[in-house]
């Protein structure tokens, strides 16, 4: 604390004077300063308020980007399970068609079989009566 000089009529009014002086230039300085401190406080506010923006706008960036990965999957899951159940009718009507065309070929090989002993029947019957022609040649008088 400011100690005052005493004169005739009291403290000294110069001092006093020069202190108040002092006083009001130090309270001017403290207000700037409060001042400053006060726009720095709002412009930091105004920043805050910007970034918690820009967090919601992220948040939201993330939700949507996170549902649409969910439901790519799920496509790409209900997709792979078409093209499996796809897959598998193509083969059962590959392995069908596959035992029909092999049935196909027994059948016809059946019947070859069939048309070959049946030649060999007529051939050896036409060989049996060449032979038997012959046999009859053998019995003619030539006389």
């Known amino acids: ?56 706008t992220i948040n939201r960036a993330v939700m949507i980007a996170q549902d649409a990965a969910n439901k790519y ?18 083969a059962n009507r590959i392995i069908n068609d596959a035992l029909l065309k092999a049935e196909h070929l027994e059948e016809d090989a059946a ?3 069939r048309n070959i002993i049946t030649y060999k029947r007529r051939i050896k019957s036409l060989l049996d009566q060449q032979a038997d022609l012959i046999d009859d040649l053998d019995k003619v008088d030539l006389d």
């Open 73 to 90: 999957k799920e496509n790409s899951l209900n997709e792979s399970d078409l093209i499996l159940v796809e897959a598998k009718k193509n």
């Open 111 to 113: 019947r070859i079989r």
């Open 1 to 56: 604390m400011k100690k005052f000089d005493k004169s005739f009529n009291g403290y000294n009014v110069e001092q006093v004077n020069a202190f108040v002086d002092e006083v009001i230039v130090q309270v001017d300085d403290m207000i700037q300063k409060m001042k400053e401190k006060d726009l720095e406080i709002d412009r930091l506010n105004k920043e805050l308020v910007h970034y918690k923006d820009m967090e919601a």
